[in-house]
């Protein structure tokens, strides 16, 4: 009777047993692969699952939720520059369909080996772009190098059931002499900009001081013509105004019968007092005998003939 009563205990423990290892509980974001005597057979979704006991196992659990990798490798230019990357790689399951699942179950023997061979992949593209451009054009380029990537390993990706999501280029390096000559270049280019911009604002200063200049020298030289114009009006009417005051007084004197010369000789002594009232020391010979006084007054008076006839 005992044997019996242990007999049934240990046939129900076994019954639970089985019926654990039957219900499968699949966390949310993965995907588990059933196979049976080592071939596939379905796939488990998220939730509480059933298998067939001893008969179907769990191959593998497949995360179908976003992985990311950061990816350190070097690449040389067509120039023979050697160009460092830090990446970080965004990837992630195609999709949760059944074919897509198998992809990624059996494409490869475990995570580590697609790993090796993503990056891989992704550092040849990468290696291979690099090296059809010169050193002075990586920088500029990362957008170009991520459009690159994604272009020449999609294909590639889906058929292992994976989409490249992102891949973000965080840091382009040089060797320390590249970059210490990248540097003197720049240094170089700014002095000369420097140099061409302070030789453009000196030839603009220049160039506006000798426009002001040749400005200053042209209203000079007209106030110029325009004052020797005034004073020689000035001294022509002064010349006409005397002339026109002496033919006045002659033509009174000559109704008053008398001499005209005495004009000649007013003109001649007014001369000489001018001579003594403003003169600044300089020596003027005046012929004072009556012999030169007469001889001035000819020469006056021959003077305003010659006047008069050349009017």
Known sequence: MESVNVLSIILALVAVAILFSCAVSVNQGYIYVVTMFGKYRRILRPGLNFKLPLLEAVYKKISIQNRSVELEFQAVTSDQANVYF?????????????????????????????????????????????????????????????????????????????????????????????????????????????????????????????????????????????????????VALFRQEVAHGMSEAAEEMKRANLDTNVILFSMWTEAIKNFAEVGKGNVIFLDGSSEGMDKTMRQIQALMVNKANGQ
């Open 86 to 234: 830090k990446s970080m790689l965004l990837y992630a399951v195609q999709n949760a369909e059944e074919e897509t699942i198998k992809k990624v179950a059996f494409k490869f023997i475990s995570d580590r080996d697609l790993m090796q061979a993503l990056t891989r992949t992704i550092e040849g593209s990468i290696r291979s772009f690099v090296a059809t451009k010169k050193q002075a054009e990586i920088l500029g380029l990362r957008k170009e190098i991520v459009e690159f990537v994604k272009d020449q390993i999609d294909h590639s990706l889906e058929e292992w059931g994976y989409h490249l999501m992102d891949l973000q280029i965080n840091d382009i390096t040089f060797d320390k002499a590249i970059i210490e000559s990248m540097s003197k270049v720049v240094a170089s280019n700014n002095l000369k900009a420097a140099a061409e911009n302070e030789g453009q604002a000196l030839l603009i200063t220049k160039t506006k001081a000798a426009e002001a200049e040749g400005n200053a020298i042209k209203i000079s030289a007209e106030a110029e013509k325009e004052a020797a114009r005034l004073r020689g009006q000035g």
